[in-house]
């Protein structure tokens, strides 16, 4: 357990989810004890629905994935342990996204019918949110991996959004059929065939309408597309701090629209969304972004259960054993 | 001559750009000679600076370019013909970008060391702007075809706003030479070897801070990103009115922050930009969006005046002529 602002956001986090949610779970704090001990201690809760594991070690966000790897006794490998031994249902890290896909790899292995797991995010829409996938695990890739991104993160959203047979679109360079690269092309054709409510290519200009609920690309243009989004709120700050610097008018209009200011920022403020999961393991994980609020937290820790709790995993294992069933998936 | 708001548009743009610059050029208007001869009395311009020539058809913008590159007599193919016989220097254009570079290609061809063409965009930076490029014309790239992007923007670049050794970049997933794809990686190491100004590779987070003056990817990517960035000010305008439609004292803050607001929006504002190049035609084009402003066609007009004036095409081919000559490029 660590992230930018070290474990006492964590624990907050964790507090307020136990505290404020209607549903029934327990959290499992794993990291340095003495430390979780002690932000623990600053909280009134009953310590029936909070435990702590003691895991001496963190990988450090810039670490190699590889190396950080080789150290058991890390926090996220106690916890990827923690699940596979079912003791826990679920990981949420703030953790480096590099390290905690490999000790998901290594740990709990991928789920049955899935050949390369997926980082999937969320991008603000506007009407809500949609869910990208790959934004970064698969810089390069098959049919095969398009076909199992887009049942994942189907079912993913219908699971913890409650939305039925979500839209997946492909991410394109035109909306025809015939635009975009061989890969796509292909993808286009064989989503087309799948029992899936596939709507067909996006463009880049479609994935803040709300068009579609789950967009399906490779790792390399997903990553692209989501540091570029991630990269708005600073360029949004940086323009409203040099116009009510340089104008009094400008500056109170600035604190009227105050609150929509923060919401505009907020939107693109990728560490207050909760947590990018990463499908295709064997065990549900979800990352948040190392300079995540305890609200962001307890929002991962909300959507983490509420994936547990709608059975994702089985039901990902069910829709991608019916794909091959029907010989649509190799 | 076309675009969203018909010739008068353009018209009033080019006319603008004659009476406003300093430099001395001339500009010729191809399209319906009387609708333009119509647009231009509307005027008060000495005539010895614009001409029109008659071209009866239009490529329509959502026509594919296969089709419309069959009928000779449309203005785009006139224009083309205009700058092949050596009348005009360069071209401007608000039309169908399929249909310019399939004209472009036909009537003038490839510059000499180019193997294809690119598109080129303005991306707007906090300091400034970047050219990105290639943002749509090809799909799938080479490294040699990352080479000739690295080089026409790098002295487009250079020739446009007169930057000395334009630092150039290219578009991955990290900026370790390590990390992005088998192209990427083997790219990143043979623009190392370049005489450009190559910074490394840059992150979609890099683009909007202005670490690079060219950024190089390949065209499925760089579309992609250009229009999740072309999208921004419509996301940004529907958050407004929301907003300003529901509290008072937002529409109050809204209004003295107008002059700011209107900034913001214009800032993603691709019509607002002064056109696109198209680099690696034997022959000065630059493309305008379909929706540009009379300001957006000047400014246009104006950048293609300065590329004309800097030599940027026989500087390109001497650019690539001289990779050629150190064994740096196929």
Redesign the interface.
């Known amino acids: 357990m660590g992230g930018d602002h070290g474990p006492s956001v964590c624990v907050e986090g964790a507090v307020q989810a136990i505290l404020e949610s209607p549903r029934e779970f327990q959290v499992i704090l794993v990291g340095d004890e003495p430390k979780l001990r002690e932000a623990l201690a600053t909280h009134s809760l009953n310590g029936s629905r909070i435990d702590v594991c003691h895991a001496p070690d963190v990988i450090q966000m810039h670490e190699p994935a590889s190396e950080g790897m080789r150290r058991k006794d890390s926090s996220i490998r106690v916890a990827m342990r923690l699940l596979k031994d079912g003791v826990g249902s679920a990981v949420v890290s703030v953790g480096n996204t590099g390290a905690v896909m490999a000790a998901g790899l290594a740990d709990l292995g991928r789920l049955a019918g899935v050949s390369r797991p997926a980082i999937a995010s969320r991008f603000p829409t ?1 009407n809500g949110a949609s869910l990208m996938l790959d934004v ?1 695990a698969n ?2 890739c098959k049919v095969q991996n398009f076909v199992e991104f887009a049942v994942m993160g189907s079912v993913f959203v219908e699971g913890v959004t409650g939305k039925e047979r979500p839209r997946v679109a492909l ?3 035109g909306e025809e059929p015939s635009k ?3 890969l796509t092309l292909a993808a286009h054709q064989t989503l087309s065939d799948l029992p899936l409510n596939f709507i067909g290519n996006i ?7 709300g068009r579609a609920d789950v967009i399906v690309c490779d ?3 997903g ?10 709120r ?3 700050e ?3 701090r040099r ?1 009510i610097s340089s ?1 009094k ?2 500056h ?9 200011l923060r ?2 920022r907020g ?1 693109f403020d990728y560490a207050e969304y909760g947590g990018a999961p990463l499908l295709g393991l064997d065990g549900l994980c979800m990352i948040c972004h190392g300079a995540s609020s305890a609200k962001a937290i307890k929002n991962a820790i909300w959507a983490t259960s509420a994936s547990v709790e709608h059975h994702v995993k089985d039901r990902m294992v069910e829709a991608l054993a019916n794909l091959r069933s029907v010989g649509a998936h190799a």
């Not at 463009?203 to 309408?209: A, F, I, N, S, Y």
């Not at 990553?223 to 708005?232: P, Q």
């Not at 109170?252 to 929509?260: R, V």
């Open positions: 506007v970064g810089p390069v991410l394109s360079i975009g690269t061989d463009e880049g200009r479609d994935v803040l309408t790792g390399f243009v990553n692209i597309v989501l540091k570029f989004a991630e990269s708005l600073g360029f949004l940086t323009s409203v116009q104008n008018f400008s109170l209009g600035a604190i009227l629209m105050g609150p929509f919401r505009m939107t």
